[in-house]
């Protein structure tokens, strides 16, 4: 494989649940070496499981995403099989030390001393307990670039809230502008796009310190507040309120200047999404669907009747995609010239030939888990061939080069961390 | 202080939305950003709301001025041959192209990636597009909403006895927009230190399938057991959602062992006597999730005020924010202390406010430098004193069409 754009870069990585590994994800993709830290002694209870060993019951109960270890089976080490982690722990590398205790500390801060960048997405008082602070890590490495991503900042009234990407969505207004506009909040459900859109943000200013100090030599703290990075993201409402007073609600899937909407199709579940912005995509439609009459429906005559007439349109539309199977009336209506997609689950994203065809999804085998298919890279690049390269990363699965290859630590030493805890490959039992 | 992305040049071809929200990105660090519009009318978000005083004009759209600022704008006609000549000595300045067209576009205007490359071998070609540059998808059409249904996690978006819901307008296209900016930034990593460039193929589709937020866990949750997974009944998980509350909503992440958070909270630790609520698998009962939200939670947040229930949950350590609506965020001291708003002069409307920095990088400031450009508002700077063009030369060209 060629040499991949990040290789040389060493990132210490303390993050927790979706946004800091997401964004450790995207860097080790393209050959940075990033290395989590775990510690065997605290269970962070969203990152590698809810619990470390969850029983079986819970997870035949329950039946969701979160808990779908393979086979619903907890297997010997539940913390490896856990999707909620093996979504975004291929590329890295992972060793344990309890950085709450000196010996821990003094491993961690070694480990500090040779590396680029740290990234973080604990609560800022967490972190501060166990010395991890630009002021105090840039003792042991000057350039050091170090992330953090606290749900509101390091400082200010809120520093210490807790809270999830979904909450704090909520927080900076997205809840009120998304889902159902004819129900309250509550029957929205969650959704946690600033997970993702956090994860890639931060990757994109970790890039831009890395650049700075390639020229410089400078290294600097990067303070990534998950709440405030989300919050541009619906700048077009709140200049709408700023500039013209509107307080705006929830389109749900419609849209300001076009007819669209989610169609139920044949089956159980299936639905189908339509985009009409132009009368060329309505006359399109209306072909596809054998229905020339509304075409020439004087209700439905230019965009702005038929945005006036939505309802009336979607009863239409509903009528004929609930005799239709989802794939193919979109790839009928597309081929028409018609914006369409299907609201795909698992099994068709996972089936669709377009990603077939691009090899999108790549298998990995890893020792606790099997050989499966993940999503794969994020993008394509001509002139560097580039694919997953590691599994999942387990628990510990690397301490041993971490300790001794990379740190310089000897057997002895070794042992006596291991005989301490620090080094291990599971939670004790009674871990909760 | 300088910028992070200081001396880095971006040729902008991009249009519409994705595109540049990410060039946009870029020129918030320091990237020197050159859109280039289409004459005669320019970038159509240019015609898309909200508008200035809901008044619809080319320099009024508020959404063509968040994706813009810190650009600078130039006219060309890439059909016409005199437009390529013109475009060749931008592409050997520049460190990035960006662009999405339709795939093949690039091609038929003779732009293709090698001829980029032959120009200027270190350039980083970004080509952002709805499903990638090749594919049975290829020529398809997409938005934000078809962008969420086919590629993220829409089916399991909303409420199990409704339809499937999206989010927020547009989202999806900005976040495929910033993963083009991130794989920019790679690209020119790699060609700062090696001399060689790169095309990139970044697909909206595929960001929203390989997307952190619950797209992937579902993805790779699939194929550790064969289920698919939607949309479930409110209140299936205990003390988790979003409830109502005395002035209010406010969301919670109360599962699991933050369970025993959330009983510290309300000052009633002997639920965990009750055997509904004792272990993380009985509270993992559907039906027991919703009993301890009608006999227990609901009739506790409707005697509180979201402010009043955040507080006393952040004490707690609980996971909770409440649903504010654009306005609250604004008012909100807080963030206001913080200085998450911004300020900058717009042509039509004076000074406005708006979000400012997503993040505060300690030594290379993100900056607004300038507002969003008018129509074409640097051609003379660019055509004359970048390229050398005579004022003759231009008024020619404007003649002609080309810019």
């Known amino acids: ?432 | 202080m300088r910028q992070a992305l200081e001396g880095v040049r971006v040729l902008d071809l991009t249009h519409y939305i994705a595109g540049p929200f990410g060039t946009r990105l870029l020129a918030d660090l320091g990237a020197d950003v050159l859109k280039v519009e289409r004459p005669p009318a320019g970038d159509p978000a240019r015609r898309l709301g909200p508008f200035f005083q809901d008044t619809p004009h080319p320099e009024r759209s508020l959404l063509f001025f968040f994706l813009n600022l810190n650009k600078r704008s130039i006219t060309l006609n890439l059909k016409s041959a005199t437009g390529r000549s013109l475009v060749r000595p931008l592409v050997e300045w520049a460190d990035m192209v960006v662009e999405n067209f339709s795939p093949g576009t690039l091609a038929r205007l003779g732009l293709d990636y090698e001829t980029l490359a032959s120009w200027n071998p270190r350039l980083v070609l970004i080509s952002l597009s709805n499903f990638g540059q090749w594919g049975p998808y290829r020529d398809y059409q997409l938005d934000d909403l078809i962008a969420y249904g086919m590629g993220g996690p829409m089916l399991m978006t909303g409420v199990a006895d409704r339809e499937p819901s999206t989010i927020a307008l547009y989202l999806p296209l900005y976040h495929a927009g910033a993963l083009a900016a991130l794989a920019g930034l790679v690209g020119l990593t790699q060609a700062e230190l090696t001399g060689r460039g790169d095309w990139l193929d970044v697909s909206i589709f595929e960001s929203q399938v390989g997307s952190q937020d619950w797209r992937t866990v579902a993805l790779v949750g699939y194929q550790y057991t064969g289920e698919t997974f939607t949309r479930r009944a409110p209140a299936t998980t205990i003390a988790s959602g979003i409830k109502p509350c005395k002035d209010g909503y406010i969301g919670f992440a109360g599962f699991g062992p933050r369970f025993l958070r959330v009983v510290e909270m309300l000052g009633r630790p002997d639920l965990l006597k009750d055997p509904r609520w004792a272990t993380v698998e009985a509270r993992a009962n559907p039906e027991h999730a919703d009993a301890f939200d009608t006999e227990v939670f609901l009739p506790w947040l409707m005697q509180r005020t979201m402010r009043e229930i955040w507080e006393v949950a952040q004490a707690n350590g609980v996971i909770s924010g409440p649903v504010f609506t654009v306005k609250e965020v604004v008012e909100d001291p807080v963030f206001r202390a913080r200085g998450v708003w911004a300020e900058i002069e717009h042509p039509e409307t004076g000074k406005v406010a708006l979000p400012g920095r997503p993040f505060l990088m300690g030594a290379t400031p993100w900056a607004l430098r300038r507002p969003a450009p008018l129509l074409g508002q640097h051609n003379e700077e660019v055509f004359c004193g970048m390229l050398g063009l005579s004022k003759q030369d231009l008024v020619r060209l404007r003649q002609m069409g080309v810019v």
């Open chain 1, 1 to 432: 494989m060629a040499r991949l754009p990040l290789e040389g870069v060493r990132i210490v990585d303390l993050t927790v649940v979706w946004v800091g590994p997401y964004c450790t994800m995207l860097l080790a993709d393209w050959g940075a070496e990033v290395i989590r830290v775990e510690t065997r002694q605290v269970f962070q209870p969203s990152t590698r499981g809810y619990v470390p060993y969850p029983s079986k019951e819970l997870m035949r109960s329950q039946r969701t995403w979160s808990l779908a270890l393979p086979n619903w089976e907890p297997g010997r080490r539940p913390w490896n099989r856990t999707p909620l982690f093996n979504s975004h722990g291929r590329n890295k590398l992972s060793f344990t030390v309890d950085l709450r205790r000196p010996e821990g500390q003094e491993v961690f801060h070694r480990l500090v001393a040779i590396s680029d960048v740290l990234i973080e997405n604990n609560a800022p008082d967490t972190m501060e307990k166990l010395g991890v602070t630009y002021e105090n890590l840039r003792r042991y490495n000057p350039t050091l670039i170090v992330v953090r991503m606290p749900a509101y900042g390091l400082s200010g009234p809120y520093a210490t809230y807790r809270a999830f990407g979904s909450q704090l969505e909520s927080v900076v207004g997205h809840t009120s502008l998304r889902g159902y506009p004819d129900t309250d909040p509550s029957l929205r459900g969650d959704v946690f796009t600033a997970d993702a859109v956090g994860g890639i943000l931060a990757a994109l200013a970790t890039l831009s310190a890395l650049r700075h100090r390639r020229r410089t030599g400078q290294g600097q703290q990067i303070e990534f507040p998950q709440a405030e990075a989300f919050l541009p993201f619906l700048t077009p409402a709140f200049l709408d309120y700023l500039l013209n007073g509107r307080v705006q609600g929830s389109l749900g899937n419609r849209h300001p200047s076009a007819v669209r909407g989610c169609y139920p199709c044949l089956g159980t579940d299936r639905w189908l999404v339509v985009s009409i912005y132009t009368d060329e995509q309505f006359q399109a439609l209306c072909r596809v669907m054998g229905r020339p009459d509304l075409s020439h429906d004087p209700r439905f005559a230019d965009s702005l009747s038929r945005r006036k007439n939505q309802d009336a349109l979607d009863k239409e539309i509903t009528r004929w995609t609930r005799t239709q199977e989802a794939y193919q009336a979109f790839r009928r209506l597309q081929d028409a010239g018609v914006p369409a997609g299907v609201v795909a689950n698992e099994a068709d994203v996972f089936s669709d030939p377009h990603l077939g065809v691009r090899c999108y999804f790549e298998p990995l085998t890893q020792e606790d888990t099997g050989t499966h298919y993940y999503p794969g890279l994020l993008w394509k690049a001509r002139n560097t061939p580039n694919r997953l390269r590691l599994p999942p990363v387990r628990l510990g699965e690397h301490n041993r080069w971490v300790y001794q290859d990379l740190l310089g630590y000897d057997q002895e030493e070794y042992k006596a961390l291991e005989a301490l805890g620090h080094i291990g490959e599971d939670y004790p039992p009674d871990l909760r």
